[in-house]
């Protein structure tokens, strides 16, 4: 039985009738938004929400039997525990106030496609290894956000209290430059006074207008170089480097278990080989026993 599971539940038939199992939990949790179709087919859907929860519900039991003696075995994959932690979820009985809890739990049944595809599981694996990484290129994003928002403050607060009234505002402002959204609009509110450039439905609060187009210029452009063209392209190739060094990984577990197949390959021929020398020696024995016996019938 447990060779049996182990077959099924390795099987490339198996993992690709899963995956349709969770394109379609996807495809019912996304029909769930339209009110409409919930009013008229809400019954059946419901019906197929809760075929999908069993045909889950028995592929862990399947790959748990699959385990043999020890099922426990099952909980050592981290992924495995993520799946069983969405099912089981998506198993407690819904309550009205936990009703939206419920929804995003089953919504996260489509992220198990990252479990049962390899390629995207070696991305999230990338991710998850670049992020101590990442951690401190934030550290120091946060510091350039900082020291930018300060000076934003100080510089451009009287012309341009929407955009770097406090320090909360300018690092929201700062984060719109950072990500190149319509930044120059910002820009152009500095350089030339908000009186001569005006910020939209906001023109009330520009009581003190003034121009600074020296200041702004390397203010702003300094900042896009440093934000954007080069802290941000930190983080790409942090996870460029972990998704390699993922890659890599994986090839080397991948020849392991070829390398391991084929001992065992190996060693069932010679298994095969010995078994076939002793039935050899025993056909020996047995011509050498008749031969005997035909030399004691002529000399007799």
């Not at 339209?34 to 059946?44: D, N, Q």
């Not at 694996?125 to 934003?152: D, E, K, N, Q, T």
Request: proline content about 3%; aromatic content about 12%.
């Amino acid at each position: 039985m447990k060779r049996m599971l182990r077959f099924i539940v390795d099987s490339n038939l198996f993992q690709g009738f899963i995956i349709g199992v969770i394109l379609f939990a996807g495809v019912l949790v996304g029909l769930e938004t339209y009110p409409g179709i919930m009013e008229k087919w809400g019954h059946i859907l419901h019906k197929l929400d809760s075929v999908v929860l069993a045909i889950f519900v028995v592929e862990i039991l399947m790959k748990m039997g699959a385990e043999g003696r020890k099922p426990w075995r099952f909980f050592r994959d981290p992924w495995n525990v993520f799946d069983f932690v969405i099912v089981a979820v998506c198993l407690v009985p819904p309550l009205a106030q936990y009703a939206m809890v419920m929804r995003m739990a089953r919504l996260l049944r489509v992220f198990r496609l990252v479990r049962v595809i390899p390629k995207l599981q070696l991305l999230v694996s990338a991710l998850l290894r670049s992020l101590p990484s990442m951690g401190y290129v934030s550290i120091l994003l946060f510091i350039l956000f900082y020291m930018y928002a300060v000076a934003g403050v100080f510089l451009f607060r009287e012309n341009d209290p929407v955009h770097f009234g406090d320090l909360q505002v300018a690092l929201i402002s700062l984060f719109r430059v950072v990500t190149l959204e319509d930044w120059t609009n910002i820009m152009y509110t500095q350089m030339y006074g908000c009186d001569v450039y005006p910020y939209g439905m906001h023109e009330h609060l520009c009581t003190s207008p003034r121009a600074l187009s020296g200041v702004a210029v390397a203010y702003f452009v300094s900042f896009v170089l440093l934000g954007t063209m080069i802290v941000l392209n930190l983080f790409i190739g942090i996870i460029v480097n972990s998704f390699d060094s993922a890659r890599e990984e994986m090839e080397t577990v991948e020849r392991k278990l070829k390398g391991a197949a084929g001992e065992m390959g190996l060693e069932s021929q010679l298994r095969r080989l010995e078994a076939d020398l002793k039935d050899l020696h025993a056909t020996v024995g047995d011509l050498r026993a008749i031969a005997k016996d035909e030399m004691v019938k002529k000399t007799a």
